[in-house]
């Protein structure tokens, strides 16, 4: 039954085009439905959920974009990204500071695997600083001789040179490996440390940022870390 303008002070109720929100339902039973009861024909699964990592899982449990929640020894609940498309999306702009020449070859992608002393549970986009501390030049020598001997190849492209106290670019952190788990699963790894970030998608910056690097994993000022995501080198 249409709505006729001439009835509408005769008492008629209006009555609402129920047809096309039938039809658009009919495309896919499981179409998003707001509150307010419109459908959006162009989304064809249902909302993402949500799971604050503050409360306490009993179990491993993945949801719909591929997280995984874990609790940890003292009860606690950590968050571990395994999608690669969101590790490369996760930027929350946490720096480690390295020695050089290391810290360059990391960026350079040269150099894939960072050991620590620590575990961190940390996963996704990594930004690189240098330390203060200027390298010697035989040590940078002997460095790089190791590295051609590691890869057999005499023409592995060194960076020019190796600045210190400065944002250098960043990594995806993909996996932190105790020891045992690297040697397993690198067994000519290139690192001996009790725990190893398994590190890919290198970049470097065109312009280094001054930083005054930190212990451990750190935050970067807002500002640098806004100035770095456009300064980076895509290759």
């Not at 999306?89 to 810290?103: K, Y």
Request: include cysteine.
């Amino acid at each position: 039954e249409m709505y006729d303008p001439k009835h509408a002070g005769s008492g008629h109720a209006k009555k609402q085009p129920t047809d096309s929100i039938r039809t658009v339902k009919s495309k896919g039973e499981d179409s998003a439905i707001s509150s307010d009861g419109l459908v959006n024909p162009t989304i064809t699964m249902p909302r993402p959920t949500f799971q604050l990592a503050g409360v306490r899982k009993k179990t491993e449990k993945t949801t719909q974009l591929g997280e995984v929640y874990q609790k940890d020894t003292l009860g606690k609940v950590r968050l571990r990204i395994q999608d690669k498309e969101l590790q490369e999306m996760r930027d929350e702009g946490m720096c480690l500071s390295m020695h050089q020449p290391w810290a360059s070859l990391l960026v350079a992608g040269i150099k894939g695997h960072e050991g620590r002393s620590w575990y961190t549970a940390h996963r996704g986009r990594l930004w690189i600083a240098a330390a203060a501390k200027v390298p010697e030049q035989h040590d940078i020598y002997q460095i790089q001789e190791n590295y051609i001997a590691y890869y057999q190849d005499e023409n592995i492209e060194f960076p020019d040179s190796y600045p210190t106290s400065c944002l250098l670019g960043c990594v995806d952190v993909i996996d932190c490996l105790s020891l045992e788990e690297y040697q397993e699963q690198f067994p000519h790894g290139e690192s001996s440390s009790p725990y190893v970030l398994v590190c890919e998608n290198p970049k470097q910056l065109v312009v280094k940022f001054p930083v005054r690097g930190k212990h451990k994993i750190w935050h970067l000022e807002k500002h640098v870390h806004g100035a770095a995501k456009k300064g980076l080198r895509w290759r």
